[in-house]
């Protein structure tokens, strides 16, 4: 028999291990600690030449389920997991620079992400080097100059900027960088970017992971050596996932390729839709012909993914009266669910910016994200039409 294809992984990988009683799901295990009669067996479970549980921060059955699901959707050698999104980039990032090193990354990734890059990792006395996203000769000249981190978001958080992932590697690869992408957008359903040379993928599980805005949750894949340093670092500094969290991502993981799949087509809809809405300023979908990443991204990416963004014509004032009208949407700070989610960007992914650093990144204040559910796309039109139809006449006659 063939490899199994994407759903059926999403629905059968890495659960087998995990089942007891002859139960068909993965039990919620939420025993803190393990016990041992035999002195030695605990012994050599605790200095990792049995397999086996110790202690509910190192590991845990229900969590090693998840981590085995996501390692087997990005097809990693390994895998771990972590409380949250930033929890993995984070601790990511504690395990792999140390005072004197350089870090090079893009402008426009999550606003948790850069304030890392721009409040916490200077203080440690890491050189953080921030380039255009989507300059890749820029980027590839600050890789040239040498970096022990070379860390990529695409598509990016909220204008959904693309960057070349097979370009990036070659220039990482002769700097002898350790290359890390933010898959979240993406999805392992759209983008495997292990397969196309990176080293280290990193999910906000909280996302399209789970994708019933129900639990947070974070994860890493790559390979051993790599995956088993982040791994100690987390074991150490405590940001474990909790088993019952593990146990929502896990069962919102058997739908992801459904979901996906659907929010791709409805995020195609939506953006094509938009532009012939007389309100809107522009729409930025890397399925679009004319988005700049548009060739790239049918390159890397097998789908264009749920998330989209756009400007509307008057500004933060169109957005305050358009996004309450709308039916459909949560009006909320997450994304990737099965409901249609909205919100302005200075609200949302960027609210730790100020409005000057938003502006340096190309966000525009009027700017609204739009995470697309898995909805009937005929409601979702109709909501939008509906919402500007709804709005004041003044606020277009600017
Ligand atoms: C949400 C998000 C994160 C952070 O994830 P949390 O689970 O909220 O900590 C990181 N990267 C991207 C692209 C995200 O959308």
Same mark, same amino acid.
């Given at each position: 028999m063939n490899e199994p294809r994407m759903s059926t992984k999403a629905i059968w990988a890495g659960e087998s291990d995990y !089942? @007891?009683?002859? @139960?068909?799901q993965v039990p /919620?295990?939420?025993?803190v600690s393990y016990g041992y009669d035999n002195m030695d067996e605990w012994y050599e479970v605790a200095i990792g030449n049995k397999k086996g549980h110790i202690y509910g921060r190192n590991t845990n059955p229900t969590v090693e389920a998840f981590e085995d699901k996501i390692r087997l959707l990005e097809g990693a050698e390994a895998a771990t997991s972590f409380s949250t999104g930033m929890a993995a980039i984070s601790n990511t990032l504690g395990t792999f620079l140390f005072p004197g090193d350089r870090v090079v990354s893009i402008k426009d990734t999550y606003g948790g992400t850069n304030k890392i890059f721009t409040e916490f990792l200077p203080k440690q006395h890491v050189d953080v080097i921030l380039c255009e996203t989507g300059n890749h000769e820029a980027i590839e000249e600050e890789i040239a100059k040498g970096c022990q981190v070379l860390y990529l978001e695409t $598509?990016? *958080? $909220?204008?959904v900027k693309i960057t070349d992932i097979t370009r990036m590697v070659r220039a990482g690869k002769a700097a002898g960088a350790i290359v890390i992408v933010d898959n979240t957008f993406a999805t392992p359903i759209n983008q495997n970017p292990l397969e196309l040379g990176v080293d280290l993928v990193i999910h906000s599980a909280t996302k399209f992971l789970g994708g019933h805005a129900d639990a947070l949750g974070g994860a890493l894949c790559g390979s051993k050596e790599l995956v088993e340093k982040v791994y100690h670092y987390r074991e150490i500094n405590g940001a474990t996932l909790d088993p019952m969290s593990a146990y929502l991502l896990l069962r919102g993981m058997k739908t992801l390729k459904l979901r996906v799949d659907k929010q791709n087509e409805n995020a195609m809809k939506v953006a094509e839709h938009l532009k012939t809405i007389d309100g809107v300023e522009s729409v930025f979908y890397p399925g679009l012909t004319e988005h700049p990443g548009h060739d790239i991204a049918k390159q890397q990416m097998r789908g264009f993914g749920g998330m989209l963004s756009f400007s509307v014509k008057g500004g933060v004032d169109t957005v305050r009266h358009l996004l309450p009208k709308l039916k459909y949407a949560n009006r909320a700070a *997450? !994304?990737? @669910? /099965?409901e249609t989610i909205v919100g302005p960007s200075r609200t949302t992914s960027h609210v730790e910016c100020t409005p000057e650093e938003r502006a340096a990144m190309g966000i525009p204040e009027g700017l609204i994200r739009y995470s697309a559910g898995i909805e009937d796309i005929e409601d979702l039109i109709e909501d939008l039409d509906q919402a500007f139809h709804a709005l004041p006449e003044h606020l277009f006659a600017r």
């Open positions: !089942l @007891a009683f002859g @139960a068909t /919620v295990v939420h025993s $598509p990016t *958080n $909220p204008t *997450n !994304l990737g @669910a /099965v």
